[in-house]
């Protein structure tokens, strides 16, 4: 996959039919370990619920830059409110806290930001602690590492931190995550599963923590070639998108609009127009035909409201464009 921006953003038809998925002409008809892959009991969520959420999510693919420039790091300061920002780093998902906190201390840090606390909040006794919910009532941003995003589910999902971080994000709390802290913000939220077809196997499913309702994000998207089972993650939802976000790359989301920034692309599966959308007599590969594919670098947007593209404007499309110049 290019990554340098392009005149447009790349859409295109797609269908999938048992292990191949090739492209067609436009509208031609027709954490990472495999778990249980039956459809999880999740209510749909319309996308238009995502208005009812004032405050901004940073949603990374993973690997993203600490050290360098740190596009990404920086824009989530930013939004958090720049050098005088108050940032709350949690460590849920990771199985090695004390590394991971001090890197991302010392990242925040190298931006100028002063006042950061590391939260390993690895039990749900800490999830539910008085002291957790005040070391957070103070900050301007909330940041999930990587890890394993069912620990996520397991340890945040309904404690009084999941329903303070639900109530502060519709107030404006700026929440991120990357990689397993990425792929927990839908309502439905990828497990693991393989990355090499398109089956009902493919991918396993459970619930996430619903700060983004409506779409289904997969993380490290091109360099692990995850496009198999985010389509069959689609073909079972198909009402809600499918994203997939690569490596040091991000989205900003506010309100129906999301952001491209960072260094890769990410990519969005519209099956709302698919048929049919069926599994074939063997139960294993799924067949689906009509689904648009858009592939955005930095400088694009996509509004979730009209499931449409644009251009966007600022120091980031300028960024690229020199780039590829």
């Known amino acids: 996959m290019s990554r340098t921006a392009e005149p447009a953003p790349t859409t295109v038809a797609m269908a999938v039919v048992g292990r191949a998925a090739e492209p067609l ?43 360098g420039e740190a596009v990404i790091l920086r824009r989530f300061r930013d939004l958090c409110g720049g050098e005088n920002a108050r940032i709350a780093v949690l460590g849920t998902a990771t199985r090695i806290p004390r590394e991971v906190g001090r890197d991302y201390i010392k990242a925040f840090r190298a931006l100028g930001v002063e006042e950061v606390v590391f939260l390993p909040l690895a039990s749900r006794y800490e999830a539910n602690a008085a002291k957790t919910i005040e070391s957070l009532e103070r900050v301007d941003g909330v940041f999930f590492t990587g890890g394993d995003q069912q620990r996520i589910s397991a340890i945040v999902g309904g404690s009084r931190v999941g329903v303070w971080l ?88 506010d309100g129906d609009r999301l952001e491209v920034v960072g ?54 499309v300028e960024r690229r464009l020199s780039q590829a110049s």
């Not at 955005?296 to 979730?304: E, T």
Request: glycine share 10%; with cysteine.
């Open 25 to 67: 002409p436009a509208r031609c008809t027709g954490a990472d370990s495999p778990q249980a892959s039956a459809t999880p009991r999740v209510k749909p969520v319309s996308t238009s619920a995502v208005t009812q959420r004032a405050g901004q999510l940073v949603i990374i693919g993973g690997a993203e830059d600490r050290a």
């Open 166 to 253: 639900r109530q502060k994000c519709e107030q404006g709390l700026v929440i991120a995550g990357t990689s397993a802290g990425a792929a927990m913000m839908s309502s439905i939220m990828i497990l693991g599963g393989s990355d090499k077809v398109t089956s009902r196997s493919a991918v396993a499913l459970g619930p996430g923590l619903g700060f983004l309702p409506g779409v289904v994000i997969d993380m490290h998207f091109s360099e692990r070639r995850r496009l198999p089972r985010l389509l069959a993650a689609v073909a079972r939802f198909p009402h809600d998108l499918g994203i997939g976000v690569d490596e040091d790359t991000a989205l900003i989301v």
């Open 263 to 316: 260094a890769g692309a990410v990519t969005i599966i519209d099956a709302r127009e698919a048929t049919p959308i069926v599994s074939s007599h063997d139960e294993r590969s799924i067949a689906l035909t009509g689904a648009l594919i858009h592939v955005l670098a930095a400088g694009y947007a996509f509004d979730l409201a009209t499931r449409s593209a644009e251009v966007t404007t600022g120091p980031e």
